[in-house]
Nanobody
Framework: QVRLVESGGGLVQPGGSLRLSCAAS????????MGWYRQAPGKQRESVAT??????NYADSVKGRFTISRDNAKNTMYLQMNRLKPEDTAVYYC?????????????WGQGTQVTVSS
């Protein structure tokens, strides 16, 4: 059973930093594109950053502040978030396109809460 587990969320003051991790486990043959998404209360889930074959894309709202990366040997993706703002408050989810021994499909993590507040 393939699973994605996020960690690293928490409460941080405006201007602070957090590093999120997303670890994939199970019988995994390959991981293609990966990405971070977030959903604030009362809002739709939105893409924050994606990474695919070393190419990265960011939402305009986080460009220059967030950095996405991955460690293929560990099947883990990261999101370094700097200069956090209150509007970054949301539940952050990771998603990955994973090929296991039976099929290929998108998997989601359970989410991790990020709260930016003084």
């Amino acid at each position: 059973q393939v699973r994605l587990v996020e960690s690293g969320g928490g409460l941080v003051q405006p201007g602070g930093s957090l590093r999120l991790s997303c670890a994939a486990s199970g019988i995994i043959f390959s991981i293609d594109r990966m990405g971070w998404y977030r959903q604030a209360p009362g809002k739709q889930r939105e893409s924050v950053a994606t990474i695919n074959n070393g190419n990265t894309n960011y939402a305009d709202s986080v460009k220059g502040r967030f950095t996405i990366s991955r460690d293929n040997a560990k099947n883990t993706m990261y999101l370094q978030m700097n200069r956090l703002k209150p509007e970054d408050t949301a539940v952050y989810y990771c998603k990955a396109l994973i090929r296991d021994y039976q099929t290929t499909g998108d998997y989601w993590g359970q989410g991790t809460q990020v709260t930016v507040s003084s």
